[in-house]
């Protein structure tokens, strides 16, 4: 975190020295709510972004974004001796916050513009799990991994804009199968819709 406020001070340090350059601030949330198999989840984020514009086609943001899923309801596990299955409450709430640079390339600049952006990123993630009576606690990172996707941004005028992204980032999942917690990695992907202002 304390990288990427250092980073967004240089960038928006270097505007005084770019007369060309553009200040963009864009701000993203979002909520869910779903059920399955014996488990209700819900999930919300926010996200917020300060990109730089090195010209017309292309620009550098760092972006943060924080994702709170909150799991709970009965997984399937075997009774002490193993010979059936049993039903068990959990609960569970996971905090996965990411901090990312990205070059973005803007192949046509226009009232609507498609882009493509990559870069590289740190996710940190903070999990509490309660189960069997007991809670476990842990807190894991990934880094430096590849953070990309492509979006389009629509101009509403007086330098506000309305974004809508496509994301794709590598994970971890921790699960829990016949009362072992097991853990993999994933590929995140989510969509987003950003509100904007061009400085």
Not at 126 to 150: A, M
């Amino acid at each position: 975190m304390r990288v990427f406020l250092l980073l967004a001070t240089v960038m928006l340090a270097a505007v005084s020295t770019h007369a060309q350059a553009a200040v963009t601030i864009n701000l993203s949330g979002s909520a869910s709510n779903s059920t399955a198999n014996l488990e209700k989840t819900t999930a919300h984020a926010v996200s917020a972004n300060v990109g730089l514009g090195l010209g017309e086609y292309l620009s550098i943001g760092l972006t943060h974004r924080r994702s709170y899923t909150d799991n709970g309801g009965q997984k399937k596990g075997r009774n002490a001796d193993g010979t059936a299955y049993v039903y068990i409450p959990f609960q569970e709430r996971t905090e996965a916050v990411t901090n990312s640079v990205d070059l973005t390339v803007i192949p046509y600049s226009g009232v609507i513009s498609p882009f493509v952006f990559g870069g590289v990123a740190r996710r940190d993630y903070y999990n509490q799990f309660d189960y069997l009576g007991n809670r476990i606690t842990s807190t894991q990172s990934l880094y430096p991994v590849p953070n990309y996707g492509f979006g389009v941004a629509i101009q509403l005028g007086q330098g506000f804009q309305l974004k809508i992204t496509q994301t794709y980032s590598p994970g971890k999942e921790t699960t829990i199968e016949d009362n072992v917690e097991k853990e993999k990695e994933v590929k995140d992907t989510y969509t987003e819709l950003w509100l904007g202002y061009k400085i």
